[in-house]
C-alpha cells in the first residue's frame, strides 16, 4: 500500500485523490503530514498542492454530487479528523467509480462514515450558533472568544453577518488562532495580532475593556437564565446533555 | 442601581416560565432592511434550563397584574405574591441588549390582563410595532393573544408576530370550568379562528399576485397549551382534544405542561407533589406520532386503552398491540409500515428506503443506519434474520424488551424527547 502525505489542507486532499487515479493507484493511505511517522517499508508519497488537480477533482465531485452532498463532502473535511480524511478520499473513490446516485446507497460503509461525520460538524456548528455570547467592547465590537472542537468558523460567517448586519463583531477560535472580523461590510479572517490589546485565555473581558452596558446586560441575562428555571422540575443529566460541560466557560450564565 | 430592574425581570420572567413554549421556529423574516436580525427557520436553543428546557426566547410577562383568578395560575389576582410592570421601553431595550449579544432568538411576550383584554393586547401591539418598526427587528417574536381582544388589535399584532398563541390551559371544558368559571374554551376558539382564517386570507391574495408586497401574517402560525395533571382528564381526552385543536384551527403546535402545584387549593394536587412529568413525556411521544409518524391518535389511545403506558413508550405499545402487523421486511415493506416499527425514527427509514434499492439490506447494515437494532429486531425480517420458529407473544415480547432495555429505560424520563 503506499502512503500519501498531505498537509491537511482541503486543496492537499482533493490533490491527493487526483493523484490516486492519475498514477492508477490500487489502495492508498491518507496521512496528515503533522500525524506522519516515517516507517521503512512504506511507499511514500508527499502530496503538493496543485490548485489546477484540485478544480479538476471538484470539478468531478460537482457532476455527480448535488449541492446538498458537496457541502456535506466539505463539512465532513472541516473535522480535521485523521480518519475522516481517509474515509472523504474512499468516498471520493465510490462515487467516480460508480454510476451517479450512489450517495444514496446508506448500506455502503463510506456514504455512511461521510455522513456521520457530517452531522457531527453540524451539530458543532450549530452549538457555535447557539452558545456565542457576544460582549459589547469599549469601542463598539461585539466581541466572543470559542474553541469549538471541529473547524466551524467557516460555516457560521454568513449566518452571524445576516444576522448582525447593523454592529462589528469579532468571533475568535482560541484552538485555530484564527477569528472572523466583520466591518459592517464584509466579514475577514483575522489573527491574534489583530485583538492584541484583549487577552486571549480570559473568556470574559475584564471591565475597563468593556462597554458601560455590558455589565448589566450580563447581569440581566444570569437573572433571567436563573428565573426561568422551575426547580420542582430539575433533570442535571438533561440539561448537561444539552450544554455540555465543556462549553460552560464560554457561557455568561454558567459563571 | 441595578436593583429595579433585576427585581422586575425576576418577578416577570418566573411568572412567564409556566408557559413551556420556547420555540423560535417557524420563522422565516429575513435581514433585507439593513437592520437586525435573521430568522433560522429551525429555531436555536441557546441554552438549557437545569431542568432541560431549550431557552431561545426571552421569556417575559408585560406585567403580572391581573383581574382574573384563575386557580392554576400563579399571577391570580387572589395570590400573594409581588407585582411588577414593565414599560414598552424596557422590554424593547432588554430584548434588544439581549438580542445583540446573541442570547436569545427574540421575545415572547406574554401578560396578566390588567383592566381589560383591549387595554392589555393595545401594550403588547406596541412593543412588537416599536422592535419592528423602529429597532428594524427581523428576530423572533411570539404574541400573547388575549381573549377577547379587538378583531383590530389582533390584525395589528399578526403584522409583526411571527407566532401568537393562546391557551387552553385545561384539555376539557369541564376541567377549565372547575378551576376558571369565568373563562371557557370558546373565549380560545374565537380568536385562534379568527387568526386562522386571516393567515389564510393573507395567503391567498399572495398567490393571486394582484398585490406586490403582501406583508407577513403570523408566518410561523398558532400554538396552545393545555396543563396537564391539574384536573382529572384521561390522557384519551387530552389527546382528543389537541387532535381536534391541531385539525380546527391548524396549528402549529400544541404544548402539555404537567402542573407543578403553586396553590393550596384542594380542587388541585397539593404544594410539593411531583409534577406529571413521566406522564407529560409520552403525550409529547404521542403528539410526536400523530404529526410525523402518521398515526391517527384513535390508533394510539381509545375506549380499550384511553391511557397510555407509563413503562413502555405509545409505539412500542401499539406495535404489542397489533403484533399480527409485524414483523416487517425491511427490503419490501412500504416506507409508512417502516417508521411505525419500534426503534426506528423518520431519518433511518428514509435511509432504509433509499440504501434498498442498491441490494438487500442485512443487519450489520441496519445498526450503521443508526436503527435502535435491539428494539427494532423483534419486529422486522431483514436480509440475514434467522428463522423465528415460536414468535413470542405480545406480554412475553414486551417483557423481553424491557429486560434488555431496563438499564436504560427506566431512568428518570426526560421531559423534551427525541427518542422512541
Ligand atoms: S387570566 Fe391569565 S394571567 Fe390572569 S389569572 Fe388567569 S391565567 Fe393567570
Redesign the pocket.
Known amino acids: 500500500m503506499t502512503t500519501y502525505i498531505f498537509n491537511g489542507s482541503f486543496e492537499g486532499l482533493l490533490t491527493a485523490i487526483f493523484e490516486f487515479y492519475d498514477r492508477k493507484e490500487k489502495a492508498v493511505e491518507l496521512v496528515w503530514d503533522k500525524l506522519y511517522q516515517p516507517s521503512i517499508l512504506d511507499e511514500a508519497l508527499e502530496i503538493v498542492n496543485d490548485e489546477f488537480k484540485a478544480k479538476r477533482v471538484w470539478d468531478g465531485l460537482k457532476k455527480k454530487l448535488s449541492p446538498e452532498w458537496r457541502t456535506r463532502f466539505y463539512k465532513a473535511y472541516l473535522s480535521e479528523d485523521p480518519q475522516t480524511f481517509q474515509d472523504l478520499l474512499d468516498f471520493a473513490r465510490y462515487i467516480f467509480d460508480n454510476p451517479a446516485g450512489a450517495e444514496a446507497n446508506f448500506g455502503n460503509p463510506h456514504v455512511i462514515a461521510i455522513s456521520k461525520m457530517d452531522k457531527k460538524v453540524n451539530r458543532e456548528k450549530h452549538r457555535m450558533k447557539a452558545f456565542i455570547r457576544f460582549q459589547q467592547t469599549g469601542d463598539n465590537i461585539y466581541y466572543c472568544p470559542v474553541d469549538p472542537d471541529f473547524n466551524v468558523l467557516p460555516l457560521i460567517a454568513s449566518f452571524f453577518k445576516n444576522r448582525y448586519t447593523d454592529q462589528r463583531w469579532i468571533i475568535y477560535d482560541l484552538k485555530r488562532k484564527y477569528g472572523l472580523f466583520y466591518d459592517l461590510k464584509s466579514v475577514q479572517e483575522i489573527t491574534y495580532e489583530f485583538i492584541s490589546e484583549i487577552d486571549i485565555k480570559k473568556v470574559i473581558l475584564p471591565i475597563e475593556l468593556t462597554d458601560p452596558k455590558e455589565e448589566l446586560a450580563s447581569i440581566l441575562w444570569k437573572d433571567y437564565f436563573n428565573s426561568t428555571n422551575i426547580p420542582a422540575r430539575k433533570n442535571m443529566k438533561l440539561h448537561i446533555q444539552h450544554v455540555p460541560k465543556r462549553y460552560w466557560k464560554y457561557l455568561n450564565e454558567k459563571q | 442601581m441595578y436593583d429595579r430592574i433585576r427585581e422586575k425581570l425576576s418577578i416577570l420572567a418566573d411568572a412567564a416560565k409556566y408557559d413551556v413554549s420556547c420555540s423560535s421556529s417557524g420563522g422565516n423574516r429575513k435581514n433585507d432592511n439593513k437592520g437586525i436580525g435573521d430568522s433560522s427557520a429551525s429555531g436555536i436553543c441557546h441554552t438549557y434550563t437545569e431542568d432541560g428546557r431549550c431557552v431561545s426566547l426571552l421569556k417575559i410577562l408585560l406585567t403580572n397584574h391581573?383581574v382574573?383568578?384563575?386557580a392554576f395560575?400563579v399571577?391570580?389576582?387572589s395570590n400573594d405574591v409581588k407585582r411588577a410592570a414593565f414599560t414598552v421601553d424596557e422590554v424593547v431595550e432588554l430584548t434588544m441588549s439581549f438580542y445583540r449579544r446573541n442570547y436569545i432568538e427574540g421575545l415572547f411576550l406574554s401578560s396578566?390582563?390588567f383592566k381589560n383584554a383591549d387595554f392589555t393586547m393595545e401594550r403588547l401591539v406596541r412593543i412588537a410595532k416599536r422592535l419592528r418598526l423602529e429597532e428594524r427587528f427581523n428576530g423572533y417574536i411570539h404574541l400573547k393573544t388575549i381573549p377577547g381582544a379587538s378583531q383590530e388589535l389582533l390584525t395589528e399584532a399578526g403584522l409583526y408576530a411571527d407566532r401568537m398563541s393562546i391557551n387552553l390551559?385545561m384539555p376539557t371544558e369541564m376541567g377549565l370550568k372547575l378551576l376558571?368559571p369565568e373563562k371557557s374554551h370558546d373565549d380560545v376558539k374565537m380568536p385562534l379562528g379568527f387568526i386562522k382564517d386571516t393567515i389564510a386570507k393573507f395567503k391567498d391574495e399572495k398567490k393571486t399576485g394582484l398585490i406586490k408586497s403582501i406583508p407577513k401574517f403570523v408566518p410561523a402560525g398558532q400554538s396552545t397549551q393545555m396543563v396537564i395533571g391539574a384536573t382529572p382528564e384521561t390522557d384519551m381526552e387530552i389527546m382528543y382534544s389537541a387532535d381536534e385543536y391541531y385539525k380546527n384551527f391548524s396549528l402549529k403546535r400544541v404544548y402539555y405542561s404537567g402542573y407543578i402545584p403553586i396553590s393550596h387549593d384542594s380542587r388541585m394536587p397539593v404544594i410539593g407533589s411531583q409534577p406529571p412529568l413521566l406522564r407529560e413525556n409520552r403525550l409529547y411521544q404521542t403528539d410526536w406520532l400523530m404529526r410525523f409518524y402518521g398515526f391517527n391518535v384513535k390508533e394510539l389511545l381509545n375506549t380499550n386503552n384511553p391511557h397510555l403506558d407509563t413503562d413502555i413508550d405509545p409505539k412500542l405499545s401499539w406495535a404489542l398491540r397489533n403484533l399480527e402487523q409485524f414483523p416487517v421486511d425491511i427490503n419490501t415493506a412500504d416506507y409508512h409500515m417502516i417508521l411505525r416499527v419500534p426503534g426506528i425514527g423518520v431519518n433511518s427509514a428514509q435511509k432504509i428506503v433509499q440504501a434498498r434499492k442498491f441490494g438487500k439490506l442485512r443487519s450489520d447494515q441496519l445498526k450503521k443506519i443508526g436503527i435502535s437494532y435491539n428494539r427494532a429486531k423483534h419486529f422486522i425480517r431483514c436480509a440475514d434474520s434467522p428463522i423465528i420458529l415460536n414468535e413470542p407473544d405480545a406480554p412475553h415480547l414486551k417483557s423481553i424488551i424491557l429486560t434488555e432495555s431496563s438499564s436504560k429505560y427506566l431512568k428518570v424520563p426526560q421531559n423534551q424527547l427525541s427518542l422512541f
Open positions: 391581573c382574573y383568578d384563575c395560575c399571577s391570580r389576582k396578566g390582563i390551559e376558571a
